[in-house]
């Protein structure tokens, strides 16, 4: 099953490692991600810069996203329940 993380960018759900929550306050260990994934080359946004919500991270990459980490998190434990 695929996952819609925003802006028509889809994911497979067996990629994700963890869906991370940028609302404020953000905590260190996720900005240490971010920049870490900057420096890497493997930060990825489907984002309008200052609108991103959510912090995904995946196998081969990180990825910014519009939607909310509850909604993501609910679209994978629906495809949890469906394994």
Do not use: W
């Not at 971010?34 to 984002?47: F, H, P, R, Y």
Request: glycine letters at 4%; hydrophobic letters at 45%; aromatic letters at 4%.
């Amino acid at each position: 099953m695929y996952i819609h993380l925003g802006n028509n960018f889809i994911i497979s759900a067996g990629d994700i490692i963890a869906i991370l929550n940028l609302e404020p306050p953000v905590a260190a260990e996720v900005t240490e991600i971010i920049e870490i994934a900057k420096m890497d080359k493997k930060l990825s946004s489907v984002s309008e810069k200052g609108k991103e919500k959510a912090l995904i991270v995946c196998d081969k990459g990180v990825v910014l996203s519009p939607i909310s980490s509850t909604t993501l998190q609910k679209r994978a434990f629906n495809y949890l329940k469906e394994v």
